[in-house]
């Protein structure tokens, strides 16, 4: 078992920045990989970024490459989301997950066996 409780949501400016906590407890947290996702209202749940169990891979969404980073911290059990440049179309439920099974980095919702609760962004014009 995982459980998963992200923080850092709020609201900004557009152009402004934010970064999301995920404080991850149960299984040694440095086995698994992590990953990003968020779900605007009305819209499916969609891949943001994702990183591996020692932080050395990443892989990103197009819509958020170059603007968004994804680190880890496993001494701590937490991996980050540093949100730069933020626009009004990234403004939805931030959602971290762990994919406990696979050492490969996926963008697929059902690839991932654990969720947090959702932190809110919102993105003011």
């Known amino acids: 078992q995982v459980q998963l409780v992200e923080s850092g949501g709020g609201l900004v400016q557009a152009g402004g920045s934010l970064r999301l906590s995920c404080v991850a407890s149960?299984?040694?947290?440095?086995?698994?990989?992590m990953g990003w996702f968020r779900q605007a209202p009305g819209k499916e749940r969609e891949f943001v970024a994702a990183i591996g169990k020692r932080g050395a891979s990443t892989y990103y969404a197009d819509s958020v490459t170059g603007r968004f980073t994804i680190s880890r911290d496993n001494a701590k059990n937490t991996v980050y989301l540093q949100m730069n440049s933020l626009q009004p179309e990234d403004t939805a439920v931030y959602y971290c997950?762990?994919?406990?099974?696979?050492?490969?980095?996926?963008?697929?919702?059902?690839?991932?066996?654990?969720w947090g609760q959702g932190t809110q962004v919102t993105v003011s014009s």
């Open positions: 997950a762990a994919d406990v099974h696979t050492a490969v980095l996926f963008s697929t919702p059902s690839r991932y066996d654990y």
């Open positions: 149960g299984r040694t947290f440095s086995s698994y990989a």
